[in-house]
């Protein structure tokens, strides 16, 4: 990523300075001005990847003249610093679509957490859109949120195959994004524009299935009242996803090879042949080399739907994707309420990384939601958390080990757990954290922004 962009925003020119050497010194590129009208002008020449904006500015000094224009800078994160007393306006510019908040005078390793967590998303959401533009894309693309190398690798793969043919199989356990990932490839596709024809392979009845994909003419089969298209048809100039496609039944599989290799078909009962042009994109929680071997999935139709292989990996094994997720499903819960997204204040957040999320990124999705639904004032707490999952407020144990981990994730995930529960212990204090964990602090720093706790 490229070297961000941050402008300050305090009328206080020794403030300015001591905040512009500090966020040099951690590397970032600074602008600095003293009000709103330099604020403006500073964004006319400069693309910044962050704001920290002083609540009150002169002329007025008056925080609801700040909080007034606060919307026209949030199409990036904007940091509003605090002096004592804000705390409710404070609160008011979380909901006018602030990213967060901090008091002055500042600490300096909560400032280089917050600004990075802020920064990664910013780039992520560009990087999107600069891949988008290239692709000459206009309607949105899913969004694959993520920042830990395992995700990072797959947005890499997808940008790549995307504008390609080439077949593409997502496997990984359930709720891990093997659907958002084939959405992801369609959307940023020459066939973006056509269809995106979901097929969920195990949840059609064996003797239905054929229908559904192939469609059928007038009088085929008792019910069949008029001649109707397949899903194959309806995919026609797009892409056909088949999800689940190790659960297809044996006969359908041989039906669906020929139509791999051909490119064509007849609807049950017709005796036209159908011929259609899709990129198919299967996806699968089961292993297919292990049903291939067992004889419940053929090995010419796994070679014929393998291409590329993705494959996604358990929450788990990735914890340093949590908070941007769970910012991610913040902002998307709030926009589908027309509300400012809530913010989970220190503890919950902990409890968020901290959790085991066995049911993946999909549990995670609607724990949130239930805990958003119950929140109140702006803010998410370990309190709200406690209502619907009354062990919230137990000592959380450290991750029990899962087998099958690399040792790298084991050791990833394991490290947050400790810092977690040691930055709980002592309030949020780094350097009693540190000595707890025979850390120095500076190495407690290090680990603390890289796993965007
Ligand atoms: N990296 C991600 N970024 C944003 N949203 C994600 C990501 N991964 C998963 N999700 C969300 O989590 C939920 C589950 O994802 P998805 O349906 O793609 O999983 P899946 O692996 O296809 O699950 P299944 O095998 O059960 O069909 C969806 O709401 C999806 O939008």
């Known amino acids: 990523m490229t070297m961000a962009r941050i402008v300050v925003i305090d009328d206080e020119p020794a403030f300015r300075t001591l905040s512009a050497q500090w966020l040099r010194s951690e590397g970032y590129e600074v602008h600095t001005g003293a009000d709103l009208d330099e604020l403006r002008a500073l964004l006319g020449r400069v693309d910044a990847d962050l704001i920290l904006l002083d609540l009150s500015l002169p002329p007025l000094f008056d925080p609801h003249h700040t909080l007034a224009a606060l919307p026209e800078f949030t199409d990036r994160p ?62 949105p693309i899913s969004t694959l949120i993520g920042a830990s190398p395992a995700m990072n690798t797959i947005r890499a793969l997808v940008g790549r195959i995307a504008p390609t043919d080439v077949r593409v199989l997502v496997t990984g356990p359930s709720g891990t994004g093997k659907e958002v990932i084939s959405r992801a490839i ?31 003419t007038k009088g085929a089969f008792t019910g069949a009242d008029r001649n109707k298209d397949g899903l194959l048809k309806l995919a026609d100039g797009g892409t056909l996803f088949l999800d689940e496609i190790g659960d297809m039944p044996l006969a ?23 011929t259609i042009n899709v990129r198919v994109i299967s ?14 999935f053929r090995e010419d139709l796994f070679y014929r739907i393998k291409g590329v292989t993705i494959e996604t990996r358990p929450l788990d094994e990735r914890p340093e994707d949590i908070p941007l997720l769970v910012s991610h499903f913040l902002e998307l819960q709030a926009q589908g309420c027309g509300q400012p997204p809530l913010h989970p204040d220190s503890a919950a957040f902990h409890w968020f990384i901290q959790r085991r999320w066995p049911g ?58 400790l810092i977690t529960d040691a930055l709980t212990r002592h309030d949020n204090n780094r350097t009693h954290a540190a000595q707890a964990l025979g850390l120095s602090r500076q190495g407690l720093l290090k680990k603390i922004e890289r796993y965007g706790l």
Request: include cysteine; hydrophobic fraction near 45%; aromatic fraction near 4%.
């Open 78 to 139: 904007v940091i509003i610093l605090t002096g004592h007393g804000e705390r409710e306006l404070a609160l008011e510019a979380l909901r006018q679509g602030a990213w967060d908040l901090l008091a002055k005078p500042m600490d300096p390793d909560l400032l280089a957490v917050v600004i990075r967590r802020a920064i990664t998303k910013h780039q992520l959401v560009r990087e999107l859109n600069s891949l988008k533009t290239r692709m000459g894309r206009q309607h």
């Open 186 to 216: 369609h959307d940023l596709s020459t066939r973006a524009d056509g269809p995106f024809i979901s097929v969920h392979c195990g949840a059609i009845p064996a003797e239905l299935l054929e229908s559904e994909l192939f469609g059928h």
């Open 252 to 274: 359908m599989q041989v039906k669906l090879l020929r139509v791999l290799q051909e490119g064509s078909f007849y609807p049950v009962g017709g005796r036209t042949l159908e």
């Open 283 to 296: 996806a699968t929680n089961a292993s297919l080399p292990d049903r291939v071997a067992s004889g419940e």
């Open 360 to 417: 993946n990124v999909r549990e995670l999705k609607s724990t949130l939601d239930s805990v958003a639904a119950i929140a109140q004032g702006g803010i998410i707490t370990l309190d709200d958390i406690a209502l619907l999952y009354p062990d919230a407020r137990e000592q959380a144990p450290a991750r029990p080990q899962p087998a099958g981990d690399t040792l790298d994730a084991q050791v990833r995930a394991l490290e947050i757990a």
